[in-house]
């Protein structure tokens, strides 16, 4: 066990949760974390789910985590934006990006916007395409939430959603979810943490790990999820420590 306490930025698919099942070890380890008194993240690049709705995903299966120890994609690029000038977005998204943008004091609209701001929906049809283009290929300058591309059993995620509005405007998005340095640094500042006693534990190599390779944080993979031992072969960057699963994390 580390003499001095970490702050902790913790994945939860792949490393906490496996769809909604609990990964071995998950609740003994939050639970570990949390009576120790470590500053605590639970991280998701998934802007569709508001902190309440993950932390009732998690407790379903016996993992408890504190409500404000949930961050998201959504509530990052909420936190970017707030310090971007302009006050008006044209959002496609799910309510759980809405909300966030919203508490950040933007006005939602298809009305000369100043952001088009991607997230996940399932809702995604021709007149979001056409409107958020126009809107881009006008000025507006175009947000994603993250790059990844599908979700479970291939689902469309933020990235596929981008690709025909990038085609169609020819202006690429800034993607702010992981492996994005900004959702590490935007994370840390939730938490009031910085990167020098900062440690990140993740399942894949290539948004997990080298965000925080990025953001000068110490990362620890766990081969529950996405990367395994294999994949360190074909990257060039390697994590600091490395797991089979949360259960077994004793550098924290």
Not at 114 to 127: H, I, K, M, P
Request: negative net charge; contains cysteine.
């Amino acid at each position: 066990m580390a003499d001095e306490l970490k702050n902790i930025i913790c994945d939860i698919d792949g490393v906490l949760m496996r769809d909604n099942s609990a990964i071995e070890g998950a609740g003994e380890f939050i639970a570990r974390v949390v009576q120790q008194g470590n500053k605590l993240i639970v991280l998701t690049n998934n802007p569709s789910q508001t902190p309440q709705d993950l932390q009732n995903r998690l407790a379903s299966d016996g993992v408890d985590v504190p409500l404000e120890c949930f961050y998201t994609s959504a509530m990052a690029t909420a936190d970017f934006l707030k310090i971007q000038e302009g006050s008006k977005a044209y959002v496609v998204g799910e309510g759980a990006l809405t909300h966030e943008l919203y508490n950040a004091g933007f006005a939602v609209t298809d009305v000369n916007p100043d952001f088009v701001v991607v997230g996940e929906t399932r809702s995604f049809n021709w007149d979001m395409i056409q409107k958020a283009a126009r809107f881009v290929s006008g000025g507006a300058r175009f947000i994603a939430t993250n790059p990844d591309v599908a979700g479970p059993e291939q689902s469309p995620a933020c990235g596929a959603l981008c690709a025909p509005i990038e085609r169609i405007s020819g202006k690429k998005p800034l993607f702010l979810g992981k492996p994005s340095a900004w959702m590490m640094r935007a994370a840390m500042n939730h938490m009031e943490g910085h990167s020098g006693s900062t440690v990140l534990i993740g399942d894949n190599l290539q948004t997990d790990i080298l965000a925080g390779i990025q953001s000068g944080i110490e990362t620890i993979l766990v081969l529950s999820g996405v990367s395994q031992q294999s994949d360190l072969e074909v990257v060039s960057w390697r994590p600091s420590h490395i797991f089979e699963n949360v259960g077994q994390i004793d550098v924290v």
